[in-house]
């Protein structure tokens, strides 16, 4: 029999341990029929070899592609969410107010005209990506005899069964004429239909989006118990409807530049709107801007909310540092790092956990 066993280095010192086991195992193998080659690794049982030394003072340590300087002024943080449905999951509900004032025929037929800019962003080949619904109201709904729903069913159940004529309604819908106030208050009429048909509205996972249409400045100055009110204290009052205030948007349609005509004034003066567009995450459009690239906007900002994790908002993330795991697999691709959200290509299964790591500034 043959037994190869490990060389023992120069100069080194086998332990009596070491001895001991080596004899053992040539005894146990001494009646054995066969030519064995064994290679035995005790290496436990040697001394300790020497570890070659080298300096890590000078060698920057880096994580998540920060150095450690850049790490100093950072602070490292994650979150987590679990999805709760797949494709079709959370409801959107589209709250369109259009200003029914003398110089908003025009626009009125625009915005018809263009609608399909905005619904072919989420309802492909006949089916949708989401629920939504959509409610269309003007801005006197303010006042008690004008605070109602333009009769149409315009859900997205009605479109996936007849598109053709869930477009025709909506086109009907938004022409809600140039008779009405010129003293235009979209945010006092939204929030008029809100207290007046609770039950149109969904529940607190459900995404609320206002699109508002005026070529006028905005004039809800008091709140529906009569109260003065600022637009940051108009947001708040919208947002305090959901848990999330992420699940509340504004999307103004709006005149920006300020000008003056006989019988009014365009604009957003006091640039009121934007404020409220920024406060909720949205976007103001320019009403005098074509409207078809305005809706397909719209629209496709809508698809992402629905796919998005927000992040914390009060965080000024390092976007390069963001990191993505579900159910514990770091995934590579799939998904992109908006301003404190993540936006996913497609939703992942039910009931998996989805983990985001990043570095924040302190």
Same mark, same amino acid.
């Given at each position: ?234 947001? =708040? +009052? ?7 205030? *992420?699940?509340?948007?504004?999307? %103004?349609?709006? !005149?920006?530049? &300020? $000008? ?70 770091? =995934? +590579? ?7 404190? *959200?993540?936006?996913?290509?497609? %939703?992942?299964? !039910?009931?998996? &956990? $989805? ?8």
């Amino acid at each position: 029999m043959t037994y190869n066993l490990p060389p023992t280095p120069a100069g080194s010192k086998i332990s009596s341990s070491y001895k001991a086991g080596e004899k053992m195992l040539k005894k146990l193998l001494q009646n054995s029929f066969l030519s064995i080659n064994l290679v035995l690794l005790l290496t436990s049982c040697r001394p300790p070899q020497e570890a070659t030394e080298f300096n890590t003072t000078d060698m920057p340590i880096y994580i998540d592609g920060l150095d450690q300087d850049q790490r100093e002024n950072l602070n490292f943080a994650e979150e987590k969410f679990i999805q709760t449905a797949t494709t079709k999951s959370q409801e959107v509900e589209i709250i369109w107010v259009i200003d029914n004032s003398g110089s908003m025929e025009n626009n009125q037929t625009k915005l018809a005209e263009s609608f399909d800019s905005f619904i072919d962003t989420f309802l492909v080949n006949g089916k949708s990506d989401f629920p939504f619904k959509m409610g269309v109201t003007t801005t006197e709904a303010y006042r008690n005899d004008k605070d109602k729903w333009e009769d149409y069913d315009l859900t997205s159940y009605a479109a996936e069964s007849d598109l053709t004529l869930f477009k025709e309604n909506f086109k009907k819908a938004v022409k809600v004429g140039d008779g009405g106030s010129g003293d235009e208050r979209c945010l006092e009429s939204a929030f008029t239909m809100v207290e007046n048909d609770p039950n149109w509205f969904g529940g607190d996972e459900t995404l609320s989006v206002y699109i508002l249409v005026s070529d006028e400045p905005e004039q809800s100055f008091k709140d529906t118990n009569n109260n003065d009110i600022t637009i940051a204290q108009w947001a =708040q +009052k919208f947002q305090n409807l959901k848990s999330d205030p *992420a699940n509340t948007k504004f999307y %103004p349609i709006v !005149a920006i530049e &300020e $000008v003056q005509y006989s019988q009014h004034t365009e604009g957003d003066i006091g640039n009121r709107y934007l404020e409220l567009a920024q406060l909720t995450g949205g976007i103001r459009s320019n009403i005098h801007e074509p409207f078809d690239a305005i809706l397909e906007n719209i629209g496709n900002t809508i698809k992402d909310l629905v796919y998005d994790h927000s992040l914390n908002k009060n965080r000024k993330i390092a976007g390069e540092t963001v990191k993505v795991y579900i159910n514990g697999v770091e =995934q +590579k691709t799939g998904w992109e790092y908006t301003t404190n *959200a993540i936006k996913m290509d497609s %939703p992942p299964a !039910a009931g998996s &956990e $989805v983990r985001v790591t990043y570095w924040y500034e302190k």
